[in-house]
């Protein structure tokens, strides 16, 4: 009897199928549709039986599209606007902090924050690099990349001193920035970023490490200031890294040099690529043995320089580092991480 009535359950469910899932707009999913069923073997076939359904029906509608695109192509009109693919990009919740192009207020208050020198070109960027307390054979090969990628830095070694004391040596000698890397069982784990003199403090999580002598193909950095790029820091906070990140190089850059740094953010976690780029004119053979052909299309190269991580940012803490009595702006919680398309920068 209760595998009959699961029956009936699921004859019920497959005919209301095409009901919208209660409180929200869109259609119910096919899951959402099952899930209510208890007896897995009904469940299982009532999921395959509607996936079925559902991936003739999408069959359909293609096939209707293509047949709409190529009759306009024959007619000489404009095509049918393409279907958007959903990503998790583009339905990310709303966030509050989204920052809107030409943002009246958000521009005052970046015009008086601890960046506003640097972009002004008031302040030239001075980066102190330093480590843990025992660093590695790879730390050093690590830091000998990044400091090619920043020819603004210079290394000092840590000798012992506790980071408060390391802080108030390179804000009494005028740096602008300082960067200490740790690593954990000889692996580059994290970064602080502290931004001289008054802060703001970040502290973020490396991984995906990948040395430039280990990228296949990799090429030697000059020591040509580099351009930079920053992508998809969209919300208060997300702006408020980038500018902190951009804080480390120098706002005029070396073209001559053809390399860029980008830091892209991607669902919160940022990736730092250096690539050297080179635009050259390039032609087929038998191409440029037609007589009368316009000039050659300009296409871009692009090498990768290294090295290449993933920054998580843990913690943004107003001031200087303090461990004890510190303020914070944001902190990482696991309670934040509800939703998949929840991203906070």
Request: charged share 35%.
């Amino acid at each position: 009897m209760a595998q009959k009535r699961q029956r009936e359950d699921g004859k019920t469910a497959e005919a209301s199928s095409s009901d919208k899932q209660p409180g929200s707009g869109s259609k119910a999913t096919v899951g959402q549709q099952t899930s209510h069923i208890k007896n897995k073997l009904v469940r299982a076939e009532l999921y395959a039986k509607l996936k079925h359904k559902q991936k003739k029906q999408k069959k359909v509608e293609r096939k209707k599209r293509d047949a709409e695109a190529a009759r306009a192509e024959e007619l000489g009109l404009e095509p049918p606007p393409k279907k958007q693919q959903k990503t998790l990009e583009n339905t990310r919740e709303k966030d509050v902090t989204m920052v809107e192009e030409g943002d009246e207020e958000v521009a005052l208050d970046e015009a008086d924050d601890e960046f506003a020198a640097h972009f002004a070109r008031v302040r030239e960027p001075k980066v102190l690099v330093t480590t843990c307390y025992k660093p590695s054979k790879t730390m050093f090969t690590f830091l000998a990349e990044m400091l090619e990628v920043l020819p603004c830095a210079e290394y000092y070694k840590r000798q012992g001193f506790s980071l408060k004391k390391v802080v108030g040596f390179a804000a009494g000698r005028d740096y602008s920035d300082l960067l200490v890397f740790n690593e954990d069982r000889k692996e580059v784990n994290g970064l602080l970023h502290v931004h001289l003199p008054d802060g703001p403090t970040a502290h973020y999580r490396i991984s995906s490490l990948v040395l430039g002598q280990d990228i296949q193909g990799h090429g030697r950095a000059s020591s040509h200031r580099p351009e930079l790029v920053l992508n998809n820091f969209n919300t208060r906070l997300g702006r408020r890294v980038g500018r902190m990140l951009g804080s480390l190089f120098h706002q005029e850059p070396q073209f001559r040099g053809r390399r860029v740094a980008t830091f892209h953010n991607q669902r919160d976690f940022i990736f730092f690529r250096h690539h050297r780029y080179i635009f050259e004119e390039k032609e087929s053979k038998a191409e440029a043995a037609q007589p009368g052909r316009p000039k050659a299309a300009v296409v871009a190269r692009m090498q990768e320089l290294g090295p290449r991580f993933t920054l998580k940012l843990q913690s943004l803490q107003k001031g200087t580092f303090d461990s004890k009595h510190g303020e914070f702006e944001w902190v990482h919680k696991k309670e934040m991480d509800t939703s998949r398309r929840r991203f906070h920068l």
